[in-house]
């Protein structure tokens, strides 16, 4: 149970996140592995813990019939990281300023937020399957920024750009490791914020049919 | 004799004989092609080269993917004994199976794809007028998909053991194996089902990195694949892949067997410490198929020549051993079914030891691509899985055990098929012992021989298999009856 | 039903965003769409005037009705200047022969005017066999910098040795100063089509 | 060398098949109390131990000398041969005999494979040649004549076209 505490403590985390930010942004961007690998990841942490402050004080929102199964909110999660996943976009976020505000809306509130309004309600082979899937896909990124012939963003160094490959690359062998990990020494890992499948439940309460 | 008979049924033995009576036609019908490469390596047809490169495609596609068909059938109907499985998701994978299937054969006959069901990189992207990009292009998706049906597969096998039994660790047998703590041991089948979703589930991750990969490289060739990379992801997933398709097939012989011995199959301490190795040889011993790639690092060599030796230990010492433990000290009542799972077994070893040496570094400079290769995969494919999951499928409709009977059919099937099959596995490591290359479209004239000889006991194995697959036809058309 | 029409409204306007700002899956780069924009919009390009390798001012646009060909360059840089400043050459040399040079302007411009000045222009063209008549090398001034790049598109990033790393190419300008082409700087073969059309 | 690995394979494979069939044979005649199990149990930790002991004696006999050794040496001569689609070139026609040569195998498309063949058709050693690498293996050749390179890894349409043939010579005409 979420107390009253924690979620003000959630909320400011999350005000926090988008703060630091917004502040650091110019250190953060100037580096495209802080880049991708930090902001925009704590963007849409940010957006989650809203989501996750904001579904307590209006329940409707984690229950609307809409998002049965998770699958809406879910394929939006996907649009938006496609879309945040071009070069192009990452380029224009650097040059132009009403791409730079985009990034701060949507990044939190059409990746994070949705993904924590529609991750507990997917099945299981669902939730599975989507962590499979970034496990591959983090892996050809990888193998796409480090083989690239061009530079694929104008605003980084070619060296930036493997860097960022070889960081991908990192990342997919760390979650892999977390993931894996957890399935087989706590398997009743499902506590909020816990990305992980809540398998001990059976999957018969915890996600919508 | 508690957990014999009297299981409850599976809850997809509809579902499990459909998959199987795929399995079964497709064996036949790939054997067939194999018969046909034989007949024109012998020079008894004539064959297109291309054309027998495509059909060798698909005889390497097709088999390897109905290994992997009905060894998951397998595991999915015993795996329903001991957990909940979710109904749809057999019937999803099924579905996405044969989606693949359709465009592998798309991919192979019309397009003309031939670069091996290996599509060792850049191959399917230079075919040198064979085929053009969108045949290998759909190919590779075909196989995308097939990867996709197993994933849904293993997810779903995870799921149903980690929730019953709490954790993978729990179902892998770990704490019987490293605690030796015998309360609440899973059973085998549950120790063999969670190793093989643990190493297959990387497999296809990997395997599906590699796919994506080559599809990208195909459209954008500007985006560089280390060829050794590439080699080293596709034996890792190819490896894994088919080894998963045997372990899991093994799983009939854990369930099956005791029903007619009478004596149960225990998870001891040995038994889930040899499945605990498994997990980790099947895993790291890939590098035996790149001894020739002398630019790998030394050191992977060595593993690779070192666990292939060491990967053969739980095979012949545990799951072998017991079994000839089993068939000693009970009154065993043979009938088909028994006959094919034990066979399973015994050609699986059998193909163990060819397999070990070629293992070998020193001796792999001399058989590496020749037809010894084709001939120890054979053994333990033909004689080991493919038998085990005719075994599987004839106890799946022989019907009620005290009128289930041996007749004459069924032993001529057995030892046509014995003969047929060992005969032409011989000849392979013959051949292979001569020099002979595998994977050639047009033999020497000095290699005729054993190719023709080869062929003859090609035909008779493919006349065992069939008298199998048709006996299993008429037992479903008995048992919708009964 | 609810979800279900729900997910296929997110999948259409989903797949229509993706193709709409990849161009149709055309440009998934921002060069690739700078390029591609340059074929399909010819927008108009700034002309500043520029302080060439013989002190002389030269605005940056072609003769009356002919065309320009503009690259983008620093005099220090070690490696894709040099590059460029040979695939220059070699072009200078091929529209000669192809009978073409009449029409044509090439101007190579430095975005380094800090330390570009005439001498080192006049270096760098000496190097590549720039004529100075249709081949010159030129840099805008400071404050006109900023303008010029951007109108271009050019996106110029300091490295990590004291120079710096942008992206090259040949821009194809027509006679009324619109950004018709960009091309690779090996693309000779490229270049020379466009103008001969 | 093929020849007794053949001996040794069907040897290890008919005493597998053997044990099995007198598994098969003596069904129902062994005994079936507890002590027989710990026999049992006694066996199969001995067959494993036997295996494991066996193992490291043959794996450290067939590593002791480095199978895959390519170190150049003074005398050493260095031979570039370069796969494709479909055919081998090879940068010397001819090798001497009784010194190291090394091969240094090469692709320029796709994955190939270097099988050097005697005349009569018995493959020697092979190496793989793939796009963007270099695979070095080293052999000596006792006896002069003609060799044949086979193509070992498949690797499209006329996989099976791709030959080419070099010759040994007696040491002393070898080229500098």
Redesign the interface.
Known sequence: MTTGFQRCGEFALALLLLLLCAAFRRTLEADPVTHMLVQLPALAWAGWLFAGVASVRRPRLEAAPTNAGGGAGLLIVFFGIVFWMLPRSIDGALTSPEIEAAKFLTVPFLVGAPLRLSWYRAHPILRGFLLSNALSMLGVLAWLYMAAPIRVCNSYLVEDQQRLGLAFLLVALSLAAIWGGRLFFKPDGGSAGDLLPDLKANGSTSYDT | MSMTSTAAPSPQTGAVKVAMLISGAVFVLMMLVGVLMRAAQGDLLDLDPALFYQLMTAHGAGMVGTAGLSGAAIMWYFLGRHVALTRWVFHIFLALFLLGVVLILGAIFLGGFGAGWTFLFPLPAISGGAWDLGAAAAFLLGLVSIGVAFLLFYLEAGRAMISAYGGLGNALGWPLAFGGSTENAPPPTIIAAATVTVFNTLGIVVGAAVLVVSLINLYLPEFAVDALLAKNMIFFFGHVFINASIYMAVIAVYEVVPEYTGRPWKSSRIFALAWASTLLFVMAVYPHHLLQDLVMPGWMLIMGQVISYLSGIPLLAVTAFSLIVYLKGSDIRWDLAAGLLVLGVAGWSVGSVPAIMDGMISVNKVMHNTQWVPGHFHIYLLLGEVAMAFGFMAWLVRGDVAQSRFTTLDRLGIWVYIAGAGGFTLMFLISGALSVPRRWAVHMEDWLTQDRIATGFAVLAVLGALIFVLRFVGGLGRSSKA | M??FL??LA??L??VT??WQ??DGAR???????RRLHAVERTPTMPSPYLTDMSGKTVRLQPDVGGVALVEFIYTACPTICRYAGDSFARLKGRLAAAGLAKGVRMFSVSFDPLRDDPMALSDYAETHGADGDIWKVGAPAVTDLRGLLSGYGV?V?A??FDGY???AAIHLIDERNRLVGIFDIDDIDGVVEAIRR | MQATILVISLLGMIAVIAIFLRAISHGATASQSGTVSDNIEQKRSRLIWGLLVFGVIVTAGSLWNWPHDAEASSDSISVNVTGGQWFWEMDRETVPAGKPIIFNVLSKDVNHGMGVYTADGTLLFQAQGMPGYVNKVKYIFENTGTFKILCMEFCGLSHHDMNASFKVVANASGEK
């Open positions: 609810r979800p729900a997910i997110i999948a306007m989903g965003l993706i700002v990849t440009a998934v780069t921002a060069e690739g769409a996106t990033i490295d990590r790393e942008h992206n």
